[in-house]
């Protein structure tokens, strides 16, 4: 029996829908494979057909940059660890594997991530594909910490590449950190580990004119700084998280499920539901919102600390801007919605990364901040965004590819340096567009 036959291949019935709702996608057929070899086939095979191909993770991504008419490929058999190479700290892990599981598995070994987003549903292919990220003074987003990539292309090749191997393998490895999904999929990834370590969080109330008028101190200070504005009111959270030499002290059993179950998911939910069906009372439960949270401190192992559950369902955009300029667009968008009829319920987050190296990442060649905005789930968002994204590229900002923004090519090449080299070997890897969509038809060209 071929591995093309052993692959779970199914003629799609359903519609796929994203974890947020707006987006959804019908495909021909969909398929499941089990190994590099079978998914190889896969393509090769929906290749010869004439069919798009898409790989779709747990769907967290607010754009259609997952979805397909044609082929689409679920990971959910290509998980696992491959290896842990403790003397050169690097962990190969199979694509589908999702964050949750790779950090469990990391921490049983007594090693860690350098650093992670603040959710860890995303498969790791989805995460690095779109440019997940945290906040980090020193330390960057996950695609940054990876050492090599397996990378099955258009013709069915499994291509392995890093930053030692040819010259067309170190091209790869420079986009394909963050590929989009338009240079083929994902199969594994070689991640860079280190010994697990502990991580001293403080949680924070602070005024929003006191957080941006020494934000530049918070962030040098700090190894990971951020935090979330409540719209319509000064005041916003902060959360300073740097490395600790112990002991452990995570939150109490009722202590954090008060603060990250109830208050953080369950209240907000309501509170959002509310604001949902009378927006006038929003402004008044922002208020209320924004000193519910109390200050507090805790310690303990990296994942636990970066990581929150998100159970309250959102759309969200987010821009990454040089990060000089975060403070004045932080600024003009709490102008913007104070003067507006807006009624804004869910907080504004600020993050910030280092400069990298990687063709089209959001931090690519320069030091960031992050500024997001999100509306609940069900609730008009086109005007808030539309407004906050004309501050963002007023700026020179950079759309986070996984999430609502209207930006096309002619944009792109203008905001990335080498945007003209992504595409270029977009070209070589792809010529017939097999991984193609419309949002990559959008976000990269023809």
């Known amino acids: 029996m071929s591995s093309a036959s052993r692959t779970r291949i199914s003629r799609s019935s359903s519609t796929w829908r994203n974890w947020a709702g707006n987006v959804s996608a019908r495909p021909v057929r969909e398929a499941r494979p089990a190994s590099v070899r079978e998914l190889a086939d896969t393509v090769r095979g929906a290749a010869e057909e004439g069919l798009r191909v898409k790989t779709v993770g747990t769907g967290h991504s607010f754009t259609s940059i997952a979805a397909t008419d044609g082929v689409l490929i679920r990971p959910d058999l290509l998980t696992g660890i491959r290896r842990v190479d403790r003397r050169g700290l690097t962990v190969t892990v199979e694509s589908g594997t999702s964050l949750k599981r790779l950090n469990a598995a990391l921490a049983r070994e007594g090693l860690s991530l350098t650093n992670m987003g603040d959710i860890m549903e995303q498969t790791v292919a989805g995460a690095i594909s779109t440019g ?3 906040t980090g003074r020193d330390s960057a987003s996950i695609a940054a910490q990876i050492r090599e990539l397996e990378l099955v292309t258009a013709d ?18 420079a986009a394909a950190r963050i590929g989009l999904g338009a240079l083929g999929v994902v199969s594994a990834i070689t991640f860079a580990v280190e010994p697990i370590f502990l991580l001293a969080a403080r949680e924070e109330p602070m005024t929003f004119d006191r957080v941006t008028a020494e934000f530049d101190a918070l962030h040098a200070e700090n190894e990971h700084f951020e935090f979330y504005w409540f719209p319509h009111t000064g005041n916003c959270n902060t959360k300073r998280n740097n490395r600790s030499a112990g002991p452990a002290a995570p939150p109490g059993r009722v202590s954090g499920w008060i603060e990250d179950e109830l208050l953080s998911n369950g209240l907000f939910q309501v509170v959002n539901s509310v604001g949902r069906a009378v927006p006038a009372a929003v402004p008044a439960i922002a208020k209320l919102s924004s000193r519910a949270l109390s200050a507090r401190t805790y310690t303990d192992i990296p994942y636990k600390v970066f990581t929150s559950p998100r159970r309250v369902r959102f759309v969200e955009m987010e821009y990454a801007l040089p990060r000089e300029a975060a403070v004045g667009a932080l600024r003009e968008l709490k102008a913007m919605v104070d003067r507006s009829p807006l009624r804004v319920s869910f907080p504004v987050e600020v993050r910030t990364a280092p400069a990298d190296d990687i063709t089209l990442s959001t931090a690519s060649g320069r030091e960031t901040a992050y500024i997001a905005v999100h509306m609940y789930k069900g609730t008009p968002y086109r005007s808030y965004f539309t407004a906050a994204e004309r501050i963002m590229t007023a700026h020179g900002g950079r759309p986070h590819w996984g999430k609502l923004h209207t930006r096309d090519a002619g944009y792109f090449a203008e905001v990335y340096p080498r945007f003209g080299e992504f595409t270029a070997l977009r070209d070589r890897l792809d010529p017939d567009r097999v991984f193609d969509n419309d949002y990559l038809r959008r976000v990269l060209g023809a």
Do not use: M, N, Q, Y
């Open 132 to 134: 997940t990220h945290g």
């Open 156 to 173: 069915g090749r499994i291509l392995t590449c890093s930053e030692k191997g040819t010259d067309e393998e170190r091209a790869v490895f």
